[in-house]
């Protein structure tokens, strides 16, 4: 079965750091794009960052630049999120997903983890 | 604020038609495909509708989707109860490059 599993999410203060681990199992992870995406309580879905294949491209959202960094480790099938001087405004719930298109540009997800949350207050 | 514009709800009976427009740019939708995400509540964003007008294996044939231009339109038909859900649309922005979402459409059954 084609899954993905996040963790790593949990309370932290404000300025504070988190690393969440996205684990992927059941397909070849090496050969799919991947995505985060998180979503505020009770708000709509808003895409964090991406990553190719071979880490080669990435990209992030402007309210994540300069704070969070998206890498993977194809060997083990994880994609992971570092998110460093965390902000009240960056509480939500993080979803890791694929990627399937032959460019971001005209991909699409197509699985999607549950979730995890994350919560940034003192 | 949102880079996509959908209306924020919508509604129908049962066995009904409804669409909810997704409106974007020339570096969004103008430019790239559009995918429609379900989203039951206290769940996982779900496929819908993949480069304009696709469907996902499992996805039942009442979901349509079509593009025109910088505009986007998902379409049930045969509204059913479970139909019940948020619905995104996303897309690709060339400018700056990342994937942006409509800000969801609530879908109330009646």
Redesign the interface.
Known sequence: EVQLVESGGGLVKPEGSLRLTCAASGYSFAQYDM?W?RQAPGK????VS?ITTSSHYI????SVKGRFTISRDNARNSLYLQMNSLRAEDTAVY?CARE??VA???????I????TMVTVSS | QSVLTQPPSASGTPGQRVTISCSGSSSNIGSNTVNWYQQLPGTAPKLLIYGNNQRPSGVPDRFSGSKSGTSASLAISGLQSEDEADYYCAAWDDSPNGRVFGGGTKLTVL
């Open positions: 995505n995406v709509g879905l808003e895409w991406s990209y992030y959202a402007d979803y399937v298109g971001l540009r005209f991909a699409h997800s197509d999607w983890g549950q979730g």
